[in-house]
C-alpha cells in the first residue's frame, strides 16, 4: 500500500496500456505531459535492445503512429522522460552474498553521448554506433570521480539483490540519480591495459561464485 501511494513521486517511465484505444490519446498524452514533460523517449520493442528508439516532443503528430505500434504482436510500448545526463557510469561489482552490504568495485567505465539531444528529435530509429555516438573511457582507480561513482553505486546495490554483474546509472544536470539496469553479462568494453586485470578478477569471481 505504501509503495502504491508514493508512486506518483517516483513514476519515471510509462508501459502503454494494451487496451488503450485512439478516443483515449488526448488523455493520455495528456498524463504522460504531466509526469514525463514535453520531451519523450518512446521505445517500440523493449525485448530487442538498440531498435525502435524515437525521441519526440509531445505534441508531436508523428506519435501517435508510435502510439499505434503496441497494438503489435509480442511487442510494448515504452515511454521514458528525456533525460539531461551530465554523467552515466557503467561499474563491474560482486557480492559476497546477495544480503552483503559491502560490494566490491572491479572496473568503472564513463559513457559519453557526443551526440547533442537536440540532434536526436531529426532521428528515427535510434541505435548506438549507427545515428548516436558514445565514447566510452575507462576510470582511473586513483580518481575523484571513481570515489564518487564507487560510493553511489554500493548505496543502491544495498538495496538489490546481485550477485555480481555490471549497474549501469546515470546523475543528471539536475543532480538525480536514475538507475538503468543491471546485466550479468555486460560487455567489458574499453578491455585494455590495467583494465585486463580487473576484468579478468571480475569474470573470476563470477565463475568462482556459480561453482557455489
Same mark, same amino acid.
Given at each position: 500500500l505504501?509503495?502504491? @501511494?508514493?508512486?506518483? *513521486? ?24 504531466? %509526469? ?21 516532443n ?9 502510439l499505434?505500434? %503496441? #497494438? ?11 533525460l *539531461?545526463?551530465?554523467? *552515466? ?14 560490494? #566490491? ?7 559519453? @553521448?557526443t551526440?547533442d ?13 549507427? @545515428?548516436?555516438?558514445v ?11 571513481h ?7 554500493? *548505496? ?57
Amino acid at each position: 500500500l505504501y509503495a502504491h @501511494n508514493k508512486r506518483e *513521486e517516483f513514476l519515471g517511465d510509462i508501459i502503454t496500456p494494451y487496451n488503450i484505444t485512439k478516443k483515449h490519446y488526448p488523455i493520455f498524452l495528456s498524463y504522460i505531459k504531466k %509526469h514525463l514533460g514535453d520531451s519523450i523517449v518512446l521505445k517500440q520493442d523493449c525485448i530487442q535492445e538498440g531498435n525502435g528508439v524515437y525521441v519526440k516532443n509531445i505534441d508531436d503528430d508523428t506519435i501517435i503512429p508510435l502510439l499505434n505500434s %503496441h #497494438k503489435s504482436k509480442n511487442r510494448e510500448l515504452f515511454i521514458t522522460p528525456l533525460l *539531461e545526463i551530465e554523467a *552515466e557510469y557503467r561499474i563491474y561489482f560482486s557480492k559476497s552474498t546477495p544480503q552483503a552490504k559491502q560490494s #566490491k568495485i572491479f572496473s568503472i567505465k564513463q559513457r559519453i @553521448n557526443t551526440t547533442d539531444s537536440s540532434e536526436l528529435l531529426t532521428k528515427t530509429n535510434l541505435k548506438i554506433y549507427q @545515428n548516436i555516438e558514445v565514447e566510452w573511457k575507462l576510470i582511473p582507480k586513483d580518481s575523484d570521480t571513481h570515489t564518487k561513482a564507487s560510493q553511489i553505486a554500493k *548505496e543502491i546495490l544495498e538495496y538489490l539483490p546481485y550477485r555480481f554483474g555490471a549497474l549501469e546509472f546515470a546523475i543528471t544536470k539536475e543532480k538525480q540519480i536514475v538507475l538503468f539496469e543491471v546485466n550479468q553479462m555486460a560487455g567489458i568494453l574499453p578491455f585494455k591495459g590495467e583494465d585486463v586485470r580487473d576484468i579478468t578478477e571480475w569474470y573470476g569471481e563470477m565463475v568462482r561464485d556459480s561453482a557455489i
